[in-house]
Each structure stands twice: as C-alpha cells, then as structure tokens.
C-alpha cells in the first residue's frame, strides 16, 4: 500500500512521476512547474502552473489570453456563474488594473497535507479536466 506523503517535500516529484506517466510535457522553473492541455472543442490551450506559498500548493489556470476592457464585466459575470456552481477551481478576473488582466482559475492544497501518489494523481486529473470544463464554459456560454 502506497505511502502518504507529505505535500511540502513532495509535490514537485509527485507532478513529475504524474506528468511522466501521463506523457505531460512540463516546464520547469525555479519557483514552479507549467503543464498545458489542449481544451476540446475550442482552439484554446488550459495553461496549468503549480507554484507554493508559505503554507499552499497553489495551481492556477489561464487559457492564456488578456481580456479586453469591454469584456472585464463580461468575465466577471462568468466567474460569478462558475462559482456559484461549481467551487474549483474557484474562478477570478485576475490583474484587472494592470496592463494584461485575464479570467483565471485557482486551486490549492495545504503543503501540511499527506497524499498517496495515486491519490494526488487523482486530484491532478481532477483539476485539469474542471479546468477544460471551465474554459470550455467561458468560451461557449461567455464568448471570452
């Protein structure tokens, strides 16, 4: 029986034996991990990045593109609608002042939590595939 491990020390090789199996190409970098996905049915790519806080692993979706000033009221709306019913991954317009504001989807976990790795595998497919639905969501009912 596979042993619980502790999220903190262990997230980054838990994303990579899952990434590997799954045959994910990720990027690397020194405060975090990036995984895309292909989000059916659109022409839109789900941009998954794994990062840490002090006390979360934090994974926050982008279908990679910048909203216009027009479509911020419009994307909030569709986060509102997301997360009324569905909660993860709770859904935001994200840098609505700054110079690329964008619809985005976060998700975490405690590092102080333990997980098997097939339980963490479990939970990343969970993620990627709300992520799809989510995006799919935004394009098809929002147009954004």
């Not at 590997?20 to 989000?39: G, H, Q, W």
């Not at 982008?62 to 997360?83: H, I």
Request: with cysteine.
């Amino acid at each position: 029986m596979p042993q619980p491990l502790l999220l903190r020390t262990s997230w980054r090789p838990m994303l990579d034996r899952w990434a590997n199996r799954k045959s994910y190409m990720a990027t690397v970098e020194t405060s975090s991990i990036t995984l895309e996905f292909d989000i059916p049915k659109t022409d839109r790519m789900l941009i998954t990045r794994f990062t840490t806080t002090k006390s979360l692993l934090v994974v926050f979706m982008t279908n990679g593109r910048t909203l216009k000033p027009d479509q911020l009221a419009v994307a909030a709306a569709a986060a509102n609608a997301w997360n009324t019913e569905q909660l993860v991954p709770m859904l935001s317009v994200w840098d609505v002042r700054g110079p690329h504001p964008c619809i985005a989807g976060v998700c975490v976990l405690p590092l102080s939590c333990r997980l098997t790795q097939p339980d963490f595998d479990v939970l990343a497919d969970e993620w990627v595939e709300h992520g799809r639905a989510m995006f799919a969501r935004c394009r098809e009912l929002f147009r954004i």
